[in-house]
């Protein structure tokens, strides 16, 4: 069975750091591109970034480039997400997704940046 | 960027047909691929793939949910409409980075 679960969420100040942890299980890891898409409370969803199978190529959504960074341990089956410089606008949910469609998603994790 | 237009709500009633639609702003379709994806989400869960390039089923999600369209218009059909299917309907397409979602269908009972 697939599974991805996050971790690492929280509330965090303006201007400060976190990082995300997305544990995969139940299929080849290092076959699939993954990513991570954020969803505003009461908004819809919006990609953050993604990351080729082998972590050779990575892709930013304009918002977060210079301030996120994605990244995935291959040996381990987990994805990463570092957010720095985070924003009030930055306060979602982030979820790891495998591929191109999302046809797996995890649970998700709740960020808050606020004062 | 690649701008997914949906309506905000549909309503439905239970056993009928529920056609909620996606219009691209630009064709999202390289030679046979149309890659528009479909996802339902209930309040606090995560999204679910229903339809991935337009009019396959994922794994696991009933015979009556269908998707149809190329180019920019594309479609989504639950026939017949049960309880469980109310939900809010995201379209996303994945040909041109970034990748976009629509503002999202609620579907809701009549």
């Known amino acids: 069975e697939v599974q991805l679960v996050e971790s690492g969420g929280g509330l965090v100040q303006p201007g400060r750091s976190m990082k995300l942890s997305c544990a995969a299980s139940?299929?080849?890891?290092?076959?699939?591109?993954m990513a991570w898409v954020c969803q505003a409370p009461k908004k819809g969803l919006e990609w953050v970034a993604t990351?080729?199978?082998?972590?050779?190529?990575?892709y930013y959504r304009d918002s977060v480039k210079g301030r996120f960074t994605i990244s995935r341990d291959n040996a381990k089956s987990t994805l990463y997400l570092q957010m720095d410089s985070l924003r009030s606008e930055d306060t979602a949910t982030y979820y790891c997704?495998?591929?191109?469609?999302?046809?797996?998603w995890g649970q998700g994790v709740m960020v808050t940046v606020s004062s | 960027d690649i701008v997914l237009t949906q309506s905000p709500a549909l309503a439905v009633s239970l056993g009928q047909r529920a056609t909620i639609s996606c219009r691209a702003s630009?064709?999202?379709?390289?030679?046979?691929?149309?890659?528009m994806h479909w996802y339902q989400q209930k309040p606090g869960q995560q999204p679910k793939l229903l339809i991935y390039?337009?009019?396959n089923l994922a794994s696991g999600i009933p015979a009556r949910f269908s998707g149809s369209g190329s180019g920019t218009d594309f479609t989504l059909t639950i026939n017949p409409v049960q309880a469980d299917d109310i939900a809010t309907y995201y379209c996303?397409?994945?040909?041109?980075?970034?990748?976009?979602f629509g503002a999202g269908t609620k579907l809701e009972l009549k």
């Open positions: 990351i080729s199978y082998d972590g050779s190529s990575t």
């Open positions: 390039r337009a009019s």
């Open positions: 139940g299929f080849t890891f290092n076959n699939y591109d």
């Open positions: 630009q064709s999202v379709s390289i030679s046979r691929y149309n890659l």
């Open positions: 996303q397409q994945s040909r041109e980075s970034p990748p976009t």
């Open positions: 997704a495998r591929r191109d469609y999302y046809d797996y």
